[in-house]
Structures are given as structure tokens and as C-alpha cells.
């Protein structure tokens, strides 16, 4: 927070979003139709998709989605906590997008330079950043992997990052309504990774254990 305001009083750190809104609204008027459709008919969206809070990686973006199209999970480092753990945000998500959506595709989406990931390795002072130090715990099976593959150093941040998005398919499937799809060929469940120097999307293909292009077609 700041308290530094422009010239009509407005906290600088909200005026994007405000001036943003402002173009919205001229954009609303000019699709209105469209937008009173969203409003008027429940949402179909065609994906689920659980990806990381980063502000940088903006799954609408990546994957040019409207409105209407994409229910969206986001959290610190795309966790998906298994069924068990008890915490039921992700979990009430993914339930309501098969149960009452009728969504049979679920995208996990994994990011290079992950600082949800990569927070496991840093100290979090426990007594004000409690909430933040449990929820990164998550992401500790990945770190264990790695670090007894005695992946090299260098190598070691991304391997991570990937073998995360690998748990959380895995996490995926202790949810009885998502395994009970899967089993029946309903549900389809895609691990992937964004590159955000690159631009690029790579996939996670379970039958070969191995990371390819998403525009690359399956070996
Ligand atoms: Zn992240």
C-alpha cells in the first residue's frame, strides 16, 4: 500500500485498475450483446484450470480464452492439496466444474521462476507468514524427488518446478469424483508448464514420462 495519490486524489496503485475499468466499460457497451448472453445463460466453460496466483502468467492469455470459457483455480505454485489434507478450495473447485459444469478437461499449469516453488528452499518467518509456510509444504514432495534424483544444481529449480505439476496430476486422482472420470474416460487430466521467456507451453505425456511441445504432436 502507498498513500501517493495523482492529481485528482486517486492512490496510484489503484488508477490502472479504475482506468482499466473505465476502457471496459466502453468495451462492455460495444459487445453488449455478448455480455448479456454471459449473464443471461449458465456458463459452459471448457476447462478447468488450476494454475499459480503469478500475476505474469494469465491462463485467459496464454490460452487467448473469452470470458465464459475457462474456471479457473488459482493458487501460490498451482497446488492441488490431496483430498485428504482437508482444505476444500480446491476441491469444492474441482467437484463443482465435473459435478455441475460438466467440465471433462483439467489443466494443471506449472510456470518457470515459480516463487511459490521456490519458497520451500527460503526461511518463512513462521509467526506472521503461517498461512504461507503451511501452503508451500505442498509443494515438498517435488523438492524430495528431486533432491534425491541428485539433480544437478543448475537443473535442480525447473526439475522441481515439473515434478510439482507431476504430483499434483497424481493429487488429482485422490479425488474420488476425478479418478471415478478418469477411469470411465470422461475426464481428461493435462499437466503442463509454461516457459515465460519463451512464450511456450510444454505437456507432461504419462505414457512416456516425458515433457514435449504442446504444439508438438504425441510421439
Ligand atoms: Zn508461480
Not at 100 to 126: F, K, M, N, T, Y
Not at 131 to 154: F, M, S
Request: with cysteine; proline share 5%.
Amino acid at each position: 500500500m502507498t498513500t501517493a495519490k495523482d492529481a485528482r486524489g486517486i492512490d496510484l496503485d489503484i488508477k490502472d485498475a479504475i482506468e482499466g475499468y473505465e476502457r471496459f466499460r466502453l468495451e462492455f457497451e460495444r459487445d453488449k450483446a455478448f455480455y448479456k448472453s454471459l449473464a443471461t445463460k449458465k456458463q459452459k466453460p471448457r476447462l478447468l484450470w488450476i494454475g499459480c496466483s503469478d500475476s505474469r502468467v494469465v491462463p485467459s492469455q496464454i490460452t487467448q480464452a473469452d470470458p465464459g470459457e475457462l474456471f479457473e483455480v488459482r493458487n501460490i505454485a498451482n497446488c492441488v492439496p490431496p483430498s485428504w489434507t482437508g482444505d476444500e478450495a480446491v476441491g469444492a473447485a474441482i467437484e463443482y466444474a465435473i459435478a455441475h459444469l460438466g467440465i471433462d478437461d483439467i489443466v494443471v499449469c506449472g510456470h518457470s521462476g515459480c516463487g511459490g516453488i521456490h519458497a520451500l528452499a527460503e526461511p518463512i518467518p513462521p509467526d506472521n507468514e503461517a498461512h504461507l509456510g503451511r501452503w508451500v509444504e505442498y509443494t515438498r514432495p517435488a523438492h524430495q524427488l528431486v533432491a534425491a534424483a541428485r539433480v544437478p544444481e543448475e537443473e535442480r529449480f525447473a526439475a522441481t518446478i515439473r515434478a510439482h505439476v507431476q504430483f499434483q496430476l497424481d493429487n488429482l486422482m485422490t479425488y474420488e469424483i476425478v479418478a471415478k472420470g478418469v477411469a470411465e474416460g470422461r475426464v481428461g487430466i493435462h499437466g503442463w508448464l509454461y516457459d515465460m521467456e519463451a512464450g511456450e507451453i510444454q505437456a507432461y505425456d504419462p505414457r512416456t514420462g516425458a515433457w514435449r511441445g504442446l504444439l508438438e504432436p504425441a510421439a
